[in-house]
């Protein structure tokens, strides 16, 4: 119940993104968090150096990652939050049996990212100006970028600081909020 509200706020916030009401830009909350899925794919992938920076000025280096068109088999996200009650897992997961998760131009800000993956026609080392493969994701001239006319990473684990993108569909959705619950990895 501590968190209905904000749950709410996030709904409503992504809701006026993916109608493209509201900028993408945010300070973020301090608080990384996990995500992972069986497999993703996307038409297109842009990637290149930035910081995130939270609501204290403080700075968070990240790969900001742009997918064209994501398709993920499953897909868990699950960060600690602490409260008055102790520390929560806040979990939200979807797909799997329910069906494929989609986004359009989902951008992920991460610290790291593992898993197996295929690229398709890469080019690694372009100028983050340049970037052509994702609308909307390119990075400062002279900044280190690259990118790819597709893309597929099986066994995907990453901790991110913010993801943004437009007609999520979660198929399946699950949100759970809890004392001590179990994160995604």
Same mark, same amino acid.
């Given at each position: 119940?501590v !968190? @209905?509200p904000?749950?709410?706020?996030v709904?409503?916030m992504? &809701?006026?993104?993916?109608? /493209? *009401?509201?900028a993408?830009s945010?300070?973020? +909350? =301090? $608080? %990384? ?7 993703? $794919?996307s038409?297109? @992938? ?5 910081t ?8 968070h280096?990240? +790969?900001l990652?742009? @997918?064209?068109?994501?398709?993920l ?15 929560v897992?806040?979990?939200l997961?979807?797909? =799997?049996?329910?069906?494929?998760? $989609?986004a359009d131009?989902l ?12 690229f398709?026609?890469?080019?690694? #080392?372009?100028? *983050? &100006? ?11 001239k /002279? ?10 990473? *099986?066994?995907?684990?990453s %901790? !991110?600081w +913010? ?7 979660l198929? #399946? @959705?699950?949100?759970?909020? +809890?004392?001590? =619950?179990?994160?995604?990895?």
């Amino acid at each position: 119940m501590v !968190a @209905l509200p904000a749950v709410l706020a996030v709904a409503a916030m992504a &809701s006026v993104m993916a109608e /493209g *009401a509201l900028a993408a830009s945010f300070a973020v +909350s =301090g $608080t %990384h968090f996990q995500v992972t899925s069986g497999k993703l $794919t996307s038409q297109g @992938l842009a990637s290149y150096v930035e910081t995130d920076r939270d609501a204290g000025g403080k700075g968070h280096p990240v +790969s900001l990652l742009g @997918l064209g068109k994501a398709e993920l088999s499953d897909i868990c996200q699950a960060a600690e939050v602490d409260t008055p009650l102790g520390t929560v897992v806040f979990k939200l997961t979807a797909g =799997g049996d329910a069906g494929t998760v $989609t986004a359009d131009n989902l951008v992920i800000d991460a610290e790291d990212l593992v898993g197996d993956a295929r690229f398709g026609t890469a080019q690694i #080392g372009r100028d *983050a &100006s340049t970037l052509d493969q994702v609308p909307g994701v390119r990075g400062e001239k /002279g900044k280190f970028g690259l990118q790819a006319g597709n893309v597929e990473v *099986a066994g995907v684990k990453s %901790h !991110a600081w +913010s993801a943004t993108g437009g007609n999520f569909r979660l198929k #399946g @959705l699950r949100l759970n909020v +809890s004392l001590g =619950g179990k994160k995604c990895f």
